[in-house]
DNA sequence: TTTTAACGGTGCATTTTTTGCACCAGATTT
DNA sequence: AAATCTGGTGCAAAAAATGCACCGTTAAAA
């Protein structure tokens, strides 16, 4: 879209934080890149960018600037949106930052259900940690977030929250699989794989261990990736942690799931949201709803 | 503003009807006008323009197009706004389409006070029938609309509603300016002056009017102008109609005013409001603010 | 300390884009 | 049927954007 050109030079230098190097990814020169800078500035009636000695950075102003051009670029899409909807030919894009354990089955399952109605619209599924989902949202690069206990709520509108209890991953022959519910201490005094403190799963298990001076986790094999630890059971006979929506064990041969006693371990909280006061674009819209409906009968079903 | 060109051509030819009347307009031929249209057509995905014999009009794409990029005008002004605030700079500009009644006292007197406190706030006053002032809102031309009876209501948020008797105006030594209120078979039986349909304050009569079979406003001069009305009493004797917000007598030597009987006629209502939905810019939000508190004042001190 | 490398900015020739002019085909009005 | 609107198009001229070579400055590296 030919208005946006300057916008999208703009956001480039603000990505690269220097106009050579912004240049060089956006196949253009520096100087005919600095020389739109300039001119933007000189139109625009005030500085945008700080000039550091290794580059540039944006001032108050620029933040401002470049808030306004992501709300305009996601209105922009929602006008086309609109317009193709008239047109007959119904389209639409979905952007989902979310956790690793809505992965497996849970996002799948609901994507593939409502493409089955609504054949044109597009995802576009990421996994981000609670921290970089919100910042995905008020960057407007995603439209939905679907993540265990967000960092900062101030930017989340919750759409729905849902309470699962955390679980620990066993093989069916592990002494503790004869239980229904297992205590925390029982579980850390077996060998046990665990992701970093980035992740909600390895917070709840640390803030929870803390209370008592006789246990702590400490994994013997440490993860970002959820993926990796389920896997890697197959080979060592370890417990694992996942959250039940992750979890599905009739798919899983030869491994069990049991709630950790909640009178250990906090239930863990699984936010769906979105950019606080943002008009979402119909079709994610839609499917916000859709979600939130779904959680909402998955929580019915636990209790 | 470098990247909103093509969307003020598009206004213009909007406004113009035509390709080639806009081209006029805005000083470019009518080849490069036409270019430019076709151009965005093909970069926007959608037509926007039916191809009349007679010129274009906007289609409902258009429509959508066009709303969008009135939004996105008004925002990136907002935007400026709010960057000069933080610069120091205290600016901002607020554009009123109002009721002639407001123009004499109210205003004037209003818009002084304001400016007193911020001197760079510069301020745009127009006089705008009930229909125009909704219409002039939703295409983003005027911030803020203070009139009597507002013609439909849709997108009209309002901020403030004063009730006011409308009075009549007659010389001091008029007959009836003895009596506290005056009844209007009364008023309508000496010769008067009103304005046309198109004003609450006739419409106001006509109904009261039609109430009774005995009296009908049939007035000796008809104007669109108050302004004009007024110092038509200055040379012949006549009767007048007015809201008191229009009113100060104190300043017109010779002319009083007496409320109409409120059992004949009803009160008029006179409303302050916005673009629903719409986030005006920093200074327009500020005056429409202290316009209520004003107006909250006036009617404590009516009662 | 000196050296080096990376940064933003500028003059000038070149390339790309936009514009103006003349003109066409179609439809409406006269 | 003629005159006069309309939007659209080919082509040359004008205007704008770009690439290249280079400058002065500054933080990091030697």
Redesign the interface.
Known sequence: ???????EFLEGVVRAGSIRKAAEDMNITASALNRRIN??ED????EIFERLPRGVRLN??GE??LH?IR??RS??AR??S???D??GVRRGHVSIACSQALLPYFLPAEIALYRKEHAGVTFNVNVRDREEAERELTEFSSDIALVFEPRSMVDFEVAYALEQPLHAVMRAEHPLAVKETVRLRDVLSFPHVAPSEKYAVRVLLETSARRSTFVSVNPMVESESFDFMRHYGEWEDMIGFQFPIGLNTSKQKGLVSRPLDQNDVALGNLFLGQLRGRTLPVASARFIHKLSRSLQKLSQADA
Chains 1, 2 share one sequence.
């Open positions: 879209m030919r208005h946006m050109r300057d916008f001119r933007f139109e625009f009636g005030f108050p102003a401002l600037l306004h709300t305009q209105d922009f006008l086309k609109q317009v193709s008239l047109s």
